[in-house]
């Protein structure tokens, strides 16, 4: 029964008692058509403000609705120009006349593309989270680390990368895609926030039906109260002055990885590095086996 329909039947009711003769004499009967007004004013109240909330709803799909086109149409904006700089980068880097001086510039040049891009993608993986439970496929982990790390490892300058625990395929469900999107920021950000180099390990552990990858560096590290932030949207720690980035990275990485049935989390102390453990469930036992030679798309 509508609140409308509620209200209608309460004033009919209050008419008849009101109509009848034997509650003529009544002393309740004027409290009673008080409370009755009350309450269906409560209810016209009601009908307003769930037509309000009604409204809010529609304008905030509208609203996510637009965004989401506006992203898309500027990612694929960007993406053009950034493309053409990237190819002339490139070019440049193959010129013989170019002085050896200019070629760290060049080289900062594509870095900087290679941010921008990974940055559009990081804003649109977003729309493709509701996507990935819905069609979960198993791949094989201890593949894609073993494809990430050595991707890595090629601009780490500095770095010691090692991945332990990945000798042996380990079938996981899920988007392997969004999922790679996941470790390749926590290995970006080992390099990018360990500055004097050092150590970026990688184990690799099952147990119970999940899977446990944990990322440690020898970086900045961060302290309690911003550990405890690390994953909020747009939040940067303290110590990130100097370096770039949005606070998208480890915020999309927490809603993929849960997305995925699984969970994050940060052990951190300043000026001793930062330790990332991602827990994901294993793929059932009858789930097809996977290939160790499967690398990442």
């Known amino acids: 029964m509508t609140m409308r329909s509620q209200e209608q039947e309460l004033r009919q009711w209050a008419q008849r008692l009101a109509e009848d003769p034997a509650n003529a004499d009544n002393p309740l009967l004027a409290e009673f058509q008080q409370l009755a007004e009350r309450h269906g004013k409560l209810l016209r109240q009601f009908r307003k403000i769930a037509k309000i909330s009604d409204r809010l709803q529609t304008e905030t799909k509208e609203m996510a609705r637009q965004q989401r086109q506006f992203v898309l149409m500027v990612s694929h904006e960007f993406r053009t120009p950034l493309a053409i700089i990237d190819s002339a980068s490139q070019m440049l880097e193959l010129e013989p006349k170019l002085p050896a001086s200019a070629m760290p510039r060049v080289g900062k040049i594509r870095n900087a593309v290679q941010r921008m891009l990974h940055l559009i993608e990081r804003c649109l993986t977003d729309d493709r989270l509701g996507a990935a439970a819905a069609r979960p496929m198993a791949f094989d982990l201890a593949a894609m680390l073993s494809?990430?790390?050595?991707?890595?490892?090629?601009?780490?300058?500095?770095?010691?990368?090692?991945?332990?625990?990945?000798?042996?395929?380990?079938?996981?469900?899920?988007?392997?895609?969004?999922?790679?999107?996941?470790?390749?920021?926590?290995?970006?950000?080992?390099?990018?926030?360990?500055?004097?180099?050092?150590?970026?390990?990688?184990?690799?552990?099952?147990?119970?039906?999940?899977?446990?990858?944990?990322?440690?560096?020898?970086?900045?590290?961060?302290?309690?109260?911003?550990?405890?932030?690390?994953?909020?949207?747009?939040?940067?720690?303290?110590?990130?002055?100097?370096?770039?980035?949005?606070?998208?990275?480890?915020?999309?990485?927490?809603?993929?990885?849960?997305?995925?049935?699984?969970?994050?989390?940060?052990?951190?102390?300043?000026?001793?590095?930062?330790?990332?453990?991602?827990?994901?469930?294993?793929?059932?036992a009858a789930a097809p086996a996977v290939a160790v030679t499967e690398t990442l798309s």
């Open 147 to 284: 494809t990430l790390t050595d991707e890595v490892a090629v601009t780490a300058a500095g770095h010691r990368i090692e991945l332990h625990g990945a000798d042996r395929p380990v079938a996981i469900p899920g988007d392997r895609d969004l999922l790679s999107v996941v470790f390749s920021n926590l290995l970006e950000n080992a390099v990018k926030y360990s500055p004097n180099g050092g150590m970026i390990r990688l184990d690799l552990s099952t147990s119970e039906g999940q899977v446990t990858v944990q990322i440690a560096d020898q970086g900045i590290g961060v302290n309690a109260a911003d550990a405890a932030r690390l994953f909020d949207k747009y939040f940067r720690a303290s110590n990130a002055a100097g370096t770039t980035g949005a606070g998208l990275g480890l915020h999309l990485a927490r809603c993929i990885v849960e997305t995925h049935g699984g969970g994050i989390s940060v052990a951190s102390e300043p000026g001793r590095g930062s330790a990332f453990t991602v827990r994901l469930p294993l793929a059932p």
